[in-house]
């Protein structure tokens, strides 16, 4: 018997971990700026200019699907196309099933898993640094062109917020696994393992963030999971370059797949497989909620029950009190509701204003939205571009086709307003001033460069703060403007619940990781903060484990003897 248990044992095969490593110093990373006659403007233009001329000349990138490491073409083809001129296509991608890639992500768990964290750490951390030294340029320029961000917001996603989350996700995860009990009976061990879920994860990424797409694989991934990746049918091309950086960083096939297509197919693959474990989502309520729910119609089929942590919406105020620095209360508004043309889901989307600051904001307002310059993304001047596709464009102009039409006659425009989609699909930033609070753009997500003003008298500051509070459904960020202390405390106060990332004079929008953890509750997600250690705890399953020196010698104990 001894022999055959050691028969075994020596079949299994075990990476010894001879030490207990530290992890070089993380540090967010730095932002460069990108100003006239810098080397990385330069090198920047030259990326996006050599990509451009690329697919001028109607030579698109070819994205297949990535499954155990094998390139895989279909010919099942979709384009995504250059949000700034759509009728270029930064890409062509072949569509995918799951099927084939569940098994070989299972087949690729044991190994994977069973690696020791700092070997599992040094793949992320090496990720890092190609990406913000060797890949900077190329996968900013595909953000850029595939995305329509312009120069500053694709440095501080595609580069910066990447980089942060591979590298402090590691942080985070040695914080996690040194969590162990502090107490020990006598003769015997208390500890704590951090295993990966049972099964495989499914993340879905959205167009908007070229660092979230990563985060959403790479953070399950380095707690040992292996995931299957469906990206945004708006963001593929920068997505699969993030895919062959951690290819290259050293990550074995099958650890994360690579899935682009219709999100329907890979939908019913993978959540009727009872190996599912969970779901890393960021993208709208709507599309969460209906996919929490056919997790729900199926939890009879899983092995555990599955781990859901989603980003989804926000209607992102700005609530700004007499006592506020006007000017900056405007320029950050700007900046909060017009970066990225909006298309940020912790956008400022609505402001609240006093009756007696009105007309001081609304003439400061419209005489910095005249000095924003819009046009495509190789144009380094321009702060707005386009919105990212057609079904977006026509959404937006809609809800502006009513304020002009008189339909939301409560409504009208204060600056901006016009649409033009004849080269790409340009919504003009817009600021609308309302006299009704539930006026559907005060309501609704837009996801576009809209901003709508409300003003509130100044004696009724508690009631509007109720007001606000339940307005929307969601509750991702606040900005709160205000000089005064006490105000500060109020507000702060009657907004508690109203969003999961709090600005206090600052904009609603720039979380970033290890500073601002972010994410938020109500109809805009599970607020399991990406960017922290409590999102990494998702996508661990820990085991106790107490080990027991010294045999006892009876079973009773000193209460069962007689006196």
């Keep these: 018997m001894l022999r055959a248990i050691r028969a075994r044992t020596r079949s299994i095969s075990i990476t010894p971990q001879l030490g207990t490593f530290n992890l070089p110093e993380i540090k967010n990373e730095p932002m460069k700026n990108y100003g006239p006659g810098s080397t990385e403007r330069a090198e920047l233009q030259k990326a996006v200019d050599l990509m451009k001329e690329s697919i001028t000349k109607n030579r698109p990138y070819e994205v297949p699907i990535v499954v155990s490491g094998q390139m895989i073409e279909t010919g099942d083809i979709s384009e995504q196309p250059v949000p700034t001129e759509h009728h270029l296509k930064l890409c062509k991608y072949h569509n995918a099933t799951a099927q084939n890639a569940i098994a070989k992500a299972l087949e690729a768990k044991p190994a994977w898993e069973a690696m020791p964290f700092n070997d599992r750490a040094a793949i992320f951390l090496k990720a890092a640094d190609l990406l913000t030294h060797k890949y900077r340029y190329r996968v900013m320029a595909a953000t850029m062109l595939g995305q329509g961000k312009n120069v500053w917001q694709a440095e501080i996603d595609a580069a910066a917020e990447l980089a942060d989350f591979l590298r402090f996700n590691c942080k985070f995860a040695q914080e996690i696994y040194r969590d162990q009990p502090t107490e020990n009976s006598p003769m015997m061990w208390n500890r704590v393992e951090y295993r990966a879920l049972e099964g495989f994860v499914v993340a879905y990424s959205p167009f908007n963030f070229t660092a ?10 380095l707690m040992g999971n292996v995931v299957l990746w469906k990206p945004s049918n708006s963001s593929i091309y920068s997505n699969f370059l993030i895919l062959e950086i951690l290819k290259e960083a050293g990550l074995p096939d099958g650890v994360i797949q690579f899935l682009p297509g219709n999100p329907e197919v890979i939908t019913n693959e993978t959540f009727n497989h009872p190996d599912f474990a969970g779901f890393h989502f960021t993208g709208s309520t709507s599309v969460f909620k209906m996919l929490w729910k056919k997790i729900g119609e199926n939890i009879n089929i899983y092995k555990s029950y599955p781990r859901i942590v989603g980003e989804t919406g926000g ?36 402001v609240y204003v006093p009756e007696s600051m009105l007309p001081a904001f609304t003439q400061e307002l419209k005489a910095e939205m005249a000095k924003i310059k819009m046009g495509p993304v190789e144009d380094f001047t321009n702060f707005a571009t386009a919105v990212i596709h057609k ?130 509750a109500r109809g805009s997600g599970t607020n399991d903060k990406a960017g922290s250690s409590l999102n990494l705890l998702r996508w661990v399953s820990p085991r106790t484990i107490k080990e027991s020196f010294v045999p006892i010698e009876a079973f009773h104990y000193p209460s069962n003897l007689k006196d």
Excluded: W
């Design 212 to 221: 979230i797409g990563g985060n959403l694989v790479a953070a399950p991934a």
């Design 315 to 350: 209607k992102n105020m700005h609530f700004i009190h007499e006592s506020a620095d006007v000017k900056h209360a405007v320029l950050q508004t700007i900046r909060g509701a017009f970066e990225y043309n909006g298309q940020k889901c912790s956008a400022t989307s609505r």
């Design 391 to 520: 079904q977006s464009y026509e959404k937006i102009k809609g809800y502006l086709d009513a304020v002009k039409s008189g339909e939301n006659e409560s409504t009208s425009i204060l600056a901006g307003g016009n649409c033009n989609d004849s080269v790409g699909y340009y919504v003009e930033p817009t600021a609308l001033i309302t006299k009704d609070p539930h006026s559907p753009t005060m309501v609704n997500e837009l996801f576009g460069p809209v901003l709508t003003i409300f003003a509130y008298p100044n004696d009724e500051l508690v009631e509007t703060l109720k007001l606000a509070e339940k307005t929307s459904e969601y509750a991702l960020t606040c900005g709160i403007f205000a000089q005064d202390r006490e105000a500060i405390i109020e507000m702060s106060n009657h907004l508690r619940n109203a969003a999961g990332n709090m600005y206090i004079n600052d904009k609603s929008t720039g979380a970033v990781v290890g500073q601002q953890p972010f994410g938020g």
